[in-house]
């Protein structure tokens, strides 16, 4: 599992991209990353097009986040598309085809839940 973040300079929307396997045994690092960026930024992007595996910990992590803030999940891999799908959460989580069109959206999909 490997991260990093980057900024849009248009729009200072960070984008965290996501790399590998992620599951119970490794999320926690992925949490305290999205966790400062929202802190810092108040919303953020997560590339997913790098993700090779993910749990239900991840997914109820993403839920989470897209709960408390602006989160947009960008060109998911087909084994995150699949799991979205299987679960409905396709149906209001913000997924957007690339990053660009994530850092481009000006209206909400499906805005945050409570």
């Known amino acids: 599992m490997t991260s990093h973040s980057s900024h849009s300079a248009a729009e200072s929307l960070p984008v965290v991209c996501l790399r590998g396997e992620y599951d119970l045994d490794n999320l926690a690092a992925l949490q305290a990353q999205i966790e400062a960026v929202i802190a810092a930024h108040g919303r953020v992007v997560l590339d997913a097009s790098g993700i090779t595996f993910a749990d239900s910990t991840f997914l109820g992590a993403i839920i989470d986040v897209h709960r408390r803030t602006d989160l947009r999940v960008a ?40």
């Not at 979205?84 to 209206?107: E, K, S």
């Open 75 to 114: 060109a998911p891999s087909p084994m995150v598309a699949r799991l979205f799908d299987l679960v409905g959460v396709d149906t209001f989580l913000r997924i957007y085809p690339t990053v660009d069109d994530a850092l481009a959206a000006t209206t909400p999909i499906a805005g945050p839940t409570s």
